[in-house]
């Protein structure tokens, strides 16, 4: 009878050790809040809208719509990214485009492409950087600010974007053709004797 008493009580534990973890997880992020109703966050692969934290899982709806309760224990000892702590955040668009480009043209009009959207915060102010030398172009990065909501920060991106194709085809800045390639073939060097 000890024995099976024993068992059972060691079968139990082992039961309750995610109950207690997940509401003991759950009393600390209630306590300490690393985050609130509303609030966007990423943890793990799950991002979304946090809509309830309730003492046993924290209930997140994604953008797509789904609700997923994450485990409040799994919460707590996981990284938990907060999108929305800050009124503001940082975006960049990338822009591939070839030698032949004037670079300083470029990063002028980038800037004032950006300056120009809808959306994106004054200061601040937008920076444009020359970020890669590739062998088939070059590599501007354009990191500006504008609302941490994601529907605002998605669109406000979007807008930039559409932006700055408007603003490099009205300066005649050629922009890459995905479907065409130049292949170059080198001559072999000379034999030596």
């Known amino acids: 009878m000890a024995t099976g ?6 079968a139990l534990g ?5 109950i207690l973890s997940n509401f003991v997880s ?10 609130k109703l509303g609030d966007q966050i990423v943890i793990g692969e799950t991002e979304g809208t946090v809509e309830r934290i309730e003492l046993r899982a924290t209930q997140i709806r ?11 224990a799994e919460t707590f000892t996981s990284r938990v990214t907060n999108n929305t702590v800050a009124p503001v ?3 960049k668009v990338l822009c591939h485009l ?3 480009v004037e670079v300083a043209q470029v990063m002028a009009l980038l800037n004032a492409a950006a300056l120009e959207t809808e959306g994106v915060i004054d200061t601040p102010p937008p920076l444009v950087v020359l970020l890669e030398l590739r062998a088939d172009g070059l590599t501007f990065q354009l990191n500006f600010w504008c609302d941490s909501r ?5 669109q ?9 194709i408007r603003a490099l085809r009205d300066a005649a800045v050629a922009l890459p053709d995905p479907g065409t390639s130049t292949i170059r073939l080198l001559d072999d060097p000379p034999e030596q004797s």
């Open 89 to 91: 955040r940082r975006a």
């Open 98 to 100: 070839g030698y032949e």
């Open 62 to 72: 994604t953008y797509d719509g789904r609700r997923v309760l994450v485990p409040n």
């Open 26 to 35: 759950g009393l600390l992020i209630l306590t300490l809040r690393p985050f």
């Open 150 to 154: 994601r529907s605002d920060f998605m």
């Open 5 to 10: 008493l024993g068992l059972t009580s060691l």
């Open 156 to 164: 406000t991106a979007s807008r930039v974007r559409i932006r700055v």
């Open 14 to 18: 082992f039961a309750l050790k995610d």
